[in-house]
Structures are given as structure tokens and as C-alpha cells.
């Protein structure tokens, strides 16, 4: 009979389960809500380690059922409220903060938080750019049980968790500008970010249509994206056309792709032969590598708008329009959230223009002083009613 350890081997010990396997020789797994300390799980793992081979396989209960007092239930002590329990968050980054608005304001907001709350406490890890390592990284900071919940923000990042989840049972995840639900231990939160490019689509073509010194007659809007996947290809990438196509019917978009969200020189070589096809207003998602795109339309002429944060300190005149994504702002709503008990896991929470957490940077003088006032008065009355809600679409499926 083949030797059940060396196969795998899961046997439930009251509240505490023991895994074995040859590509992870031992893991100690406590049910929802019940773990140990790093140090008590550390000295557990190399009890058990030394014991693999050895056949007194009862040896194995006996140690489990010494650390079983250790696993206690996460609550609050007896009269202590909700909020005032202690709060541990790792704030994963699935890349660096340099560069990229949406993990540096996640960053932001939770740090904030933790300063508010003393019973609060904040790592940021930055997972670096190769994705991967993401999964077995995230795997390796959550082995200790020392985090209450995960926070992260990438649209890939809901299928990685699932499977670490799987592991580690206990463990929450909360995402934001990502979209799935279903599963206990993930709850999400999905930028309606069709929204936000309809209406940037929107002014790159009211710009490529006007007589701004960079615009010519070419009717050709440019897209430089790092990667894709499906949220880009399926709603950003459509809506920013769609947007452009209500001021310009015949515009055609030019989308490139870059292959990584570091390389600033090849984003600056595919803008350079964007402008050469024509392009004369651009948009990206593409991190730190946009840094390329920018260089380029400074040096070459032509004009950008931009997802998600205030960038028109970077090319003052070249950069016209920012739109506004409000991660702080949720980072911190999410945290409350999770010190009162009330994240809704299994579910998926739609933030767009109308909720708050979406919009336009109109009163900064990268906007202000660098347009016509024509452009600025119909875009103004169109996202006037893009807010009441009287500017109709269809947001493609996913």
C-alpha cells in the first residue's frame, strides 16, 4: 500500500488540519478564523518536519493537539466594539508604487487610515514586475497567518488569491479595479472604468477636432497600454472609442501595446510612429512605462489625457485632461468597513461617475489655462450630464 504521507495526506484534528505533500512537506492550516502565531507556526512546521519520515505517524497528533490551544477565534475581547480590535493589513502590490497612480493612492489610503487608527497596522509589499512570481509571493506573506485581510488592486489579482485562498482558508482578500465574485473569502470592487473612458475618448476627440496648435486633420486618437487583459480590451479600449466617436463619427483609434509596464523607451518609440501615422491626442495605461509616451509628445508635439490622478504637472500644455479615480478614497471606506464587520466577501461592488468615485479634474491650470473655451464649455455640459445621470450607454460584457 502506497505510504499515505508520501502521496499527501490531509487528516482533520478537531479544529486543526495537517497537509502533507512532497512539493509542500508540511503546512499547518487552521479552519476560518483560527490560526497560530508565526513563531508558534514556525516551531510546529520543523516538529512535523522532523517527523516525515519517521513511522509513528500518532506522533503527528500528539503535536497537533499541543498547538490546538494556540489556534483561538479572532474576536474582540469581551465589551471590546468592533473597531477597537486590532487590525493587521498586508497591501500587496502587484508592481512597484513608483509610477503607478492607482497602487501609490492605495498605498496612501491605507497608511492614512492606519495613522487614524492605533489599532491598525499597514505593510506594503511591492511584488515587483515579473507576474509569475506574484502568486507564490502573496502565498509565502500569508503562510504566517499574521494578516486579517489582503488588499490589492489589479484586475488579475482575484484568480491568484482564489488559489492561494485555497491553502489557507482563513485568509481574506479584498480588490479593488477588478471584477469577480463568488467566492467567501474575496470581495471586489470594479471601477466602472468604461465610464471614465467614454468621457476622456470624449475630449481627445473634441481636441483632435479643434485648431490646438497640435492638432492636425488626420481624425486618428492613440492608445499605448502595457499589457492586455480584459477589462482593457473588452471596456476601456471600446469606451474610449465610443466616447471619441459621439464628437467625431469617422475618428479611428490607433491601440499599441508595449509588453511590460516598465519600458518608458519602446512607449516613447510607439508614440513617436503613432504621430507619424497621424495621432495627434493620446491616452495610455501603462505604469511607470508611460513616462515614454510623455517624453514624446513634449518633444514631438501632440496632446494626452489621462486615466486616474492629477498629472498635469507632468507636461503642462501636453497633458489636457485628467480624469479621477478615487482609490483613497474607497482604501479607506473598505478599511472602516473591515473594522466594523460589514465587507460584503462573495460580492462584487460596482464605483463609478454617478457613486462618487469617478470623475474630472476640471479646476487645475493644466485644464484651465491650456484649452479653447469652446472645448471647455462642451465638455463641461457633458459631464454635467454624465453625472446626472442623462448620458445613455451600454457597458459591453466582460
Avoid at 159 to 168: P, R, S
Avoid at 197 to 225: E, Q
Avoid at 362 to 375: H, M, N, Q, S, T
Amino acid at each position: 500500500m502506497q505510504d499515505n504521507l508520501s502521496a499527501g495526506w490531509l487528516r482533520s484534528v478537531d479544529s486543526t488540519s495537517v497537509f502533507v505533500s512532497p512539493q509542500r512537506p508540511l503546512r499547518l492550516v487552521c479552519t476560518i478564523q483560527m490560526q497560530l502565531s508565526l513563531p508558534q507556526y514556525t516551531i510546529l512546521e520543523n516538529c512535523l518536519t522532523r517527523l516525515y519520515h519517521t513511522p509513528m505517524r500518532i506522533m503527528l497528533f500528539l503535536v497537533c493537539m499541543a498547538f490546538l490551544p494556540a489556534c483561538t477565534a479572532k474576536k474582540p475581547a469581551a465589551g471590546q466594539p468592533e473597531q477597537d480590535k486590532p487590525l493587521s493589513v498586508l497591501v500587496y502590490i502587484t508592481g512597484v508604487l513608483a509610477g503607478s497612480p492607482s497602487y501609490e493612492m492605495l498605498a496612501a489610503g491605507a497608511q492614512e487610515f492606519a495613522a487614524e487608527h492605533d489599532n491598525v497596522k499597514v505593510k506594503i509589499y511591492e511584488a515587483g514586475f515579473n507576474q509569475a512570481e506574484w502568486e507564490e509571493q502573496l502565498r509565502s506573506m500569508v503562510a504566517g497567518g499574521e494578516y486579517d485581510v489582503v488588499l490589492g488592486s489589479n484586475p488579475s489579482l482575484p484568480e491568484i488569491c482564489a488559489n492561494v485562498g485555497k491553502t489557507f482558508p482563513a485568509q481574506k482578500f479584498i480588490i479593488t479595479d477588478a471584477q469577480y465574485s463568488g467566492n467567501p473569502q474575496i470581495s471586489a470592487y470594479l471601477y466602472n472604468q468604461y465610464e471614465q473612458a467614454l468621457f476622456l475618448g470624449y475630449l481627445a476627440a473634441l481636441v483632435s477636432a479643434s485648431t490646438m496648435p497640435h492638432a492636425n486633420d488626420a481624425k486618428r486618437i492613440g492608445f499605448i497600454a502595457a499589457q492586455e487583459f480584459p477589462l482593457l480590451s473588452r471596456q476601456i479600449v471600446p469606451g474610449f472609442l465610443e466616447g471619441a466617436r459621439r464628437v467625431e463619427p469617422d475618428i479611428e483609434l490607433d491601440f499599441r501595446v508595449i509588453g511590460n509596464w516598465y519600458d518608458a523607451n519602446k512607449a516613447a518609440d510607439l508614440a513617436s510612429a503613432m504621430i507619424n501615422a497621424g495621432a495627434d491626442v493620446f491616452t495610455s495605461i501603462a505604469g511607470g512605462a508611460a513616462q515614454g509616451l510623455v517624453r514624446t509628445i513634449k518633444e514631438r508635439g501632440a496632446y494626452a489625457v489621462n486615466f486616474n490622478t492629477n498629472d498635469y504637472s507632468q507636461a503642462p500644455g501636453f497633458i489636457v485632461g485628467c480624469g479621477i479615480m478615487e482609490q483613497k478614497k474607497l482604501t479607506k471606506e473598505i478599511l472602516a468597513g473591515v473594522l466594523a464587520g460589514k465587507i460584503p466577501y462573495g460580492t462584487c461592488q460596482t464605483a463609478g461617475v454617478r457613486e462618487g468615485y469617478l470623475d474630472f479634474i476640471f479646476d487645475d491650470a493644466g485644464y484651465r489655462d491650456y484649452l479653447p473655451v469652446a472645448i471647455k464649455e462642451q465638455f463641461g455640459a457633458f459631464m454635467d450630464d454624465f453625472r446626472a445621470g442623462r448620458i445613455e450607454y451600454t457597458v459591453p460584457p466582460m
